[in-house]
């Protein structure tokens, strides 16, 4: 069931992260209007599941006026709100407060922010310290997000007298990601990637939806276009198994899909999501629809 709606308030991010699976960046377009953010909260009413909205990107506190009229509006139509940000905008906690302090009348449920390595190389004194004590003394819940480069960890040995490489940093290899990433890494027999391990694509609980219209179930694969079709009749249409993308996945994960569609890819990948992106890229000029926006593949 249905029940959150995520807005990607815009693609443009102070930061040009190198895990950033949706190649964000300064120059990135594709940032929201107050317009199109009511008439998804509309059509999110009509759906009748939905608790919660979150508010991301990109960098939602770069478009601060909007996030917090949409954050607004989402509250007196009864959903919960919630916000991931890298947390840029925290110089000092006093500060801070005066970012938050609206937010907090607003009765915000979750403020994520994202203090690691790879947002601020040496992150002891990062933005995201002054946010989350900001946070915490106006009594929003407030979440550090920590992620890290990949690395190779040797897992004990199984009885096989190697041990297994597993990868450590919580790093998805979608996006920019896999072009800085994936080198290096081990990689495995595409075959052995026979289901999608993170998402329910058959009844999935949350979308992302951008100022294009694209309507995410993961990154880069989309129901649909809502500024065609009305979210609502794009939830209630929606059948995983139809789709061109989702299908495949659904019956037997990315080396379902390149079969299907007879892709003729190399036969290892790290993982997954490394088979699954880069079949999806080889995909995209057949399925424009579904396979968006484009931004997300790093081609705008
Ligand atoms: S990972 Fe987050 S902070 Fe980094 S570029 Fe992407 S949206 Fe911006
Ligand atoms: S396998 Fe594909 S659909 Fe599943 S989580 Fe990974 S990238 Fe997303």
Known sequence: MLTGIHFLLSYTCNMKCDHCFLFCSPTSKGTMTMKQIRIILKESKKIGTIQETYYEGGEPFLFYPVMLEGIRLAREMGFNAGIVS?????TCV????LWLNPLSELDISNLSISDDELHYGN?????????LAAAKALGIPAYSINKAEPKVQQKPDIGDGKGTPEISGGIKLRGRAVEKFVEGLPTRNCKEFRECPYEDLVDPKRVHI??????????????????KT??????????????????????????RLIEEHGLDLKDKYVDE??????????????FPEYLAPRQVYGLE
């Open 86 to 90: 890298n947390g840029y905008w925290s």
């Open 123 to 131: 992150f002891q004194d990062s933005p995201a310290k002054c946010a």
């Open 94 to 97: 006093e500060d801070a407060k």
């Open 210 to 227: 951008d100022s294009y219209g694209t309507v995410q179930i993961c990154q880069g694969i989309s129901m649909g276009n809502c500024w």
């Open 273 to 286: 999501c490394h088979l699954c992106y880069v079949a999806r890229r080889a995909l995209l000029d057949k």
């Open 230 to 255: 009305p979210l609502s009749e794009l939830i209630r249409g929606y059948d995983a198994r139809k789709h061109p993308i989702c299908g495949p996945l659904v019956r037997g994960g990315p080396i």
